[in-house]
C-alpha cells in the first residue's frame, strides 16, 4: 500500500521545466506561479465523479487524458494558453495499477500543451477527480460568452454527436458495428482540446463556448449571457464519422444536443469568414459554419432547405437527471 | 430540486467587489484574474471527503466555513495575501436547507479577507468539496518549508491540540465537561486560518507551514525540505484551554501529533525575537517559542527540564490510516 506522500512523489511530482512560471511546485503549502507580464490568468475548476463522468472500470490512461483535456477545452474556449493546473483526488485505494497508467495519460496529455502539474491534494474517499487549470491571456482578448453580435456567423469545430453515440450504444439504446463502436468510443474516451484553434481565434472570434453538455444548451448560454437569438441549419452540423452511418433523426439529435464532444462552438463577423478558415487551417481542424446570430431571442432550427425544423433541446442538468 | 445552473446562480454567483483584480467571474468557460503588476501566485487545492475529513450530519454552516479555512491557512503558511477561490462540489441532492447555511458560512469567511469567488463545478456525486485558493505575494518573498536555517528559533501561534481533544471525545476515547466540548469543538468546526500572522511574517520568518496533520509530522516536512533537524520542548506548546485541563501526557501527544488546529509552525533567526514577536501583536494572535533548528537531522524531544523525552510521532496519511 502507498502512503500519501509516496503516492504524490511517485506519480505526480517532476521538476517543471517552465521554470521562469513555475517558480514553485508540488511540496509546499503552495505552489507559486509567476504570471507573464501584463497577462490575465484565466482560471478554470471541473471535477469528475465515477457513475457520473465516467464508468467505475474506465481505462485508466483515458481516463487521466480525458479529466485533463476536459478542463483544457475550457481555457480553448477562452482562448488562453495553459500554463499549469492542479490535481485533487480522491481514492478509495493507493493502487499502483490504477494511479501509474492514470497519471501518465493525464500527464502525456499535459506535456502536449507544456501544462505543469504544480500542486494538489489527495485523499481516501469515493473516486473523485478535481483539476484546476491555469492559463494566460492579454486582458481584453479572451473569448467570452457574453460577446456575441448580432449577424455573426456561428461555427463548429471539428465534428459533434459521436461521444453520444457511444453512449447509447453502451446503454445499449443501439448497437454499432465494431469499427463505428471503437471510432465513437475514442471520441468519448480520448476527446481533444481545440487549444490551438482557441489560440488562434483571438481577435477573430466574438463569443466562444466548448460542447461539452450538448450544442443547444451550450450555444444557449452564449445567446443567454450576450442577450441575443439565433438560427442554427441542424442538416449543417458536422456530424462524426460514426454518427454519420445512422439514420437522420439521430443524427440530427445526437449532433444538437449530444454532449462530451469538447468541440468549440464560436461566433464570428461574416467580415471575418476567411481569417476564421486561415484560423483553423493554422490549427489543424475543420470549422463549419452552421447558423447566425440574432436579434430575436430563442434558438431556431432549420433543416437544409431553410425550412423550420421542431426537435425536443435538451441541455445536461446534474441535478435535474434521475 | 434546484437544478444546476439556478443552483449556482442562487448560491454562489455575487458581482465582484475587487472589479480591478477579477476580470471575470462566475458565468464562463474561466474566470479572469489579474494578479497585480510583478507579484507572484501563490495556489493550492484541498479536497474535503465527508467521513474523511467531516462527519455526515456535520453542520453545513460551519463546514462552509471550515472548507475555506484549511485554504486560507494554505495562503497564510506561505505568507501571501488572499485574492480568489474556485469551488467545486459534488453533492448526492441540490437541498437548499443544506446549501444555504454551507454557503453563507464560506462566504461570511471569504468576505473576512475579501477573497472572492470566482467559479467552480457542482455535479451530482458522493459529497465532496474542492476548494483552490489564489493569493499573491512578492517574489522572493513566500515563506516556504525550505528555508529553515540552523539555529533558528521554532515557533508556534495560537494553541494546539484542541482540535484532536474534540475528535477523542466524539470517538468516545475520553469524557469531556459540556463547557470543555464546546470549546474543543469550536476549535475543530471553525478554525481561524492565521492569514494576517502570514502576512506580518514576510520577511522575519524564513520557513512556515500551517499545522494540519499534527505538529510532530508537518514540522518534519520542513526539516526534510530544509535538510536539517531539530529540539522542541514539548512542555512549551501551547495548548488549547480544554487540553490544558487534561493529563499531562495527553496534553504532551495531542499538542505533538493531534491534527486540525491550523496554527502556523515557522522559524526565524534568533536575532529576529522582537520582530516576531511584534508581527504576532500586530496580527492579534499569540505565539510561543518551542524549539531550534539545529543542524543534525530529526526531530528531538525534550522536557520542560531539558532533558530527553520519547513519545510516539504520528504523522497523518490518508491512505496508511484505516
Keep these: 500500500m502507498l502512503s500519501e506522500f509516496d503516492l504524490i512523489a511517485r506519480y505526480f511530482t517532476r521538476s517543471p521545466r517552465e521554470a521562469g512560471r513555475i517558480a514553485l511546485g ?8 509567476s504570471p507573464s507580464p501584463g497577462m490575465q490568468l484565466a482560471i478554470s475548476s471541473d471535477m469528475l465523479v465515477e457513475g457520473r463522468h465516467f464508468f467505475a472500470h474506465a481505462d485508466a490512461r483515458k481516463l487521466g487524458h480525458k479529466c485533463l483535456a476536459v478542463n ?14 492542479t490535481l485533487a483526488l480522491a481514492l478509495p485505494q493507493a493502487r499502483d495499477e490504477w ?5 501518465q495519460g493525464m500527464l502525456a ?18 473516486l473523485n477527480i478535481c483539476i484546476t487549470i491555469f492559463g494566460e491571456i492579454a486582458p481584453g482578448a479572451a473569448l467570452r460568452r ?103 433523426d439521430l443524427k440530427r439529435r445526437f449532433a444538437l444536443n449530444g454532449g462530451d464532444d469538447y468541440e468549440l462552438c464560436f461566433s464570428a463577423p ?15 481542424i475543420a470549422v463549419t459554419r452552421v447558423g447566425v446570430i440574432e436579434a430575436e431571442q430563442g434558438l431556431r432550427l432549420t433543416d437544409a432547405g431553410g425550412a423550420p425544423l421542431q426537435l425536443p433541446l435538451s441541455s445536461f442538468d446534474h441535478f435535474a437527471s434521475p
Tied chains: 1, 2.
Design 270 to 284: 461574416s467580415a471575418k469568414h476567411s481569417a476564421v478558415l486561415a484560423a483553423a487551417r493554422s490549427a489543424g
Design 146 to 248: 457574453d460577446r456575441a453580435q448580432v449577424g455573426d456567423d456561428i461555427w463548429i469545430s471539428g465534428t459533434l454527436g459521436d461521444a453520444r453515440l457511444a453512449l447509447a450504444a453502451y446503454r445499449k439504446e443501439l448497437e454499432l458495428d465494431p469499427v463505428a463502436l471503437e471510432t465513437a468510443s475514442e471520441r468519448m474516451h480520448r476527446p481533444t482540446p481545440r487549444v490551438e484553434l482557441g489560440i488562434a481565434l483571438r481577435g477573430i472570434a466574438h463569443a466562444a463556448i466548448d460542447v461539452s453538455d450538448g450544442l443547444s444548451g451550450d450555444l444557449g448560454h452564449i445567446l443567454e449571457q450576450s442577450g441575443l437569438g439565433a438560427t442554427l441549419d441542424v442538416d449543417a452540423l458536422p456530424v462524426g464519422a460514426a454518427l454519420a452511418q445512422q439514420p437522420q
Design 99 to 103: 494511479l501509474e497508467p492514470f497519471s
Design 72 to 85: 483544457l477545452s475550457d481555457l480553448a474556449a477562452m482562448g488562453a494558453t495553459p500554463l499549469a493546473f
Design 26 to 33: 508540488v511540496g509546499d503549502d503552495c505552489a507559486l506561479l
Design 109 to 126: 496529455l499535459a506535456d502536449r500543451y507544456g501544462c505543469e502539474l504544480i500542486g494538489g491534494d489527495t485523499t481516501k474517499g469515493p
